[in-house]
């Protein structure tokens, strides 16, 4: 039973977690970004191509993260039961 509370939390602070990362990651390339463009902005376009890019990695992350929580949730652990069977024991 503990297990599963565990899992459980887990899985609750792993998605929030990540998107804090993302999200502190997309603002900070968006501002360096922004900043690249103020300084040289012939050469917006490269930058911006590059920013895009940049911000869907990241972003594929935080989904990647959301993808193993709710694998994680309604899937488990495949050897769960052993786990539980040997710890009461």
Known sequence: MMYLVALVLA???GVPIAVIG???GQGKA?????EGIA??????GKIQT??????ALIES???????????????????ATA????VVK
């Open 61 to 79: 992350l935080v989904i990647y993260a959301l993808l193993i929580s709710l694998i994680l949730l309604f899937l488990g652990v495949p050897s």
């Open 50 to 55: 590059a920013m895009i890019i940049g911000l």
């Open 30 to 34: 968006a501002a360096s970004a922004f």
């Open 39 to 44: 300084r040289q902005p012939e050469a917006a």
């Open 83 to 86: 786990i539980i069977d040997k």
């Open 22 to 24: 993302g999200g502190l």
């Open 11 to 13: 899985i609750g602070f």
